[in-house]
C-alpha cells in the first residue's frame, strides 16, 4: 500500500465489529471504530494508535455525521466502510408487535443507509471507496421464526445490489457479506436478540423455540476472527466480489437456494411462459 487506508466500522463495542476492528489494525489500516458508547470500543479491541473510538447511534443522524466528521478531522479520508451494527428480532410474525417489526428495520436496513449516506458524499469527492454491508444468509434464505430478521436483511441486499450499479461510475465499489451461524454473544446480549412481545395460544412452541436459540449459544460453528481475518483478504483483492458467502453452513445454504429458485421458475413454464400480447 502507498498509504494505509481508512475503516469505518458500525457495531464494533462487541461481537463481529470487534474482531473486523482488530483484524483491520493488524493489517497496517486506520481505523475508525464505532458503538453506540465509544467507551465500548476501548474496552473490547484495546488501545491502539491508529484507533478512533466514536459513539454511533446507526438510528441517530447527528451522531452519524459526527463521526464521520471525526473520521475526516483525524485522518482525512475514508476509504472502507463496514455496516456491521445491527440486532434480531426473533419470533414468529404474528407474535411480533408492529412496534418491534418497525424497530428492525429502522436498525437492520435504514440504519445502514442512514450511515453509507454520510460517507458516500465523502467517497465521491475521492472518487474511490468501498462500501461494505453485512447481511446475513438471513438475507438469502429466510426461514420461519425470523421473518422480521429475514426482511431487514433481504432489504439490504436488494439495496446493496442497486447501489452497486449506481457509484460504480464514481470509483465506489461495493461488497455484500452473508456470514452463516458465528460464535459471538449474538443470542444472550439482551441488545442483540429481542424475543415476541405478543402471545398467541396457536403458536404454542415459542418458548422452546426461543429456549432452542438459546442453546446455540457458544455452538455456533463459525470463528469470527477468521471471518475478520478473510474479509481483509477480501478487501484487498485487485477486484473484490460484489457478494462473500461466508462460512460452510452459508455456502450450503446459498447453494441451496439458488437450486431452489432454478427448480421453481421451472416448475410451471406452461403458465409462466407465453405471456407476452399476440402479435
Known sequence: MTYSKVWLITGAGRGMGVDIAQAGLAAGYRVLATARAAANVIAAVGEHDDLLAVSL????????????????????????????????????????????????????????????????????????????????????????FGSAYGASKFALEGWTESL???????????TAVEPGFFRTQLLVERSSTLWPALSIDDYADTAATIDGWKSMNGKQSGDPAKLAASLVKILELDDPPPRWVAGADAVRAVKGKGQTLIEQADAHLDLSTGLDHDA
Open 164 to 174: 452497486r450499479e449506481e457509484v460504480a461510475q464514481f470509483g465506489i465499489r461495493v
Open 57 to 144: 447511534d446507526i438510528t441517530d443522524t447527528d451522531s452519524i455525521d459526527a463521526a464521520v466528521e471525526a473520521a475526516i478531522d483525524r485522518f482525512g479520508r475514508i476509504d472502507v466502510l463496514v455496516n456491521n451494527a445491527g440486532n434480531f428480532q426473533a419470533g414468529y410474525f404474528e407474535e411480533m408487535s408492529p412496534e418491534q417489526f418497525r424497530a428492525q428495520m429502522e436498525t437492520n436496513f435504514f440504519g445502514p443507509l442512514h450511515v453509507t449516506r454520510a460517507v458516500l458524499r465523502v467517497m465521491r469527492g475521492q472518487r474511490s471507496g468501498h462500501i461494505v454491508t453485512i447481511t446475513s444468509t438471513a438475507g438469502i434464505v429466510s426461514r420461519g
